[in-house]
């Protein structure tokens, strides 16, 4: 008998399954869309045309943005246009997508801590598998470690 399974069983039988049925740790991560129509989007951001990892999604905090860029200091009453020096306003909206599943949070959670460095906004999601015999199947199985004591 695999004291792995013994441990992972015993982990199932006791973690918060968050009021799930059958639940499965997904962890996610947000996804941006960008260059949706303005009804369609969830915000927006000036974006700059040759360094898109620079965004500013405040108006008064562009104008601040620019000044510094062009080494002056910022004041309210002068402001730059922001299109003629290469910036766009873009549109965007957010999403969440499934990076891995993982039979417990603690796994997930792991999971997070070991790659957070390559994920954008992690978050561990509780899915449910209510509907797949195979996952119900795997549970049950794991879960008849703990009788087999």
């Not at 997070?112 to 978050?123: C, G, Q, T, V, Y």
Request: hydrophobic residues 35%; negative net charge; proline residues 3%.
């Amino acid at each position: 008998m695999s004291d792995f399974l013994r441990l992972l069983a015993l982990m199932l039988s006791t973690q918060d399954n968050h009021a799930t049925a059958w639940p499965c740790y997904q962890v996610q991560q947000k996804r941006r869309i960008w260059g949706m129509q303005r009804e369609y989007s969830e915000g927006w951001a000036w974006v700059h045309q040759n360094d898109f990892d620079v965004q500013v999604d405040d108006d008064v905090e562009m104008q601040r943005y620019i000044f510094e860029e062009m080494g002056e200091e910022y004041t309210p009453n002068e402001r730059y246009v922001p299109e003629q020096l290469g910036w766009h306003k873009v549109y965007y909206v957010d999403t969440w997508e499934v990076v891995t599943v993982h039979l417990t949070q603690v796994a997930a959670e792991r999971y997070i801590n070991a790659n957070r460095h390559n994920l954008k906004d992690p978050r561990v999601f509780v899915g449910s598998q209510h509907r797949c015999p195979e996952w119900q199947e795997l549970i049950r199985s794991i879960l008849s470690f703990i009788e087999e004591r």
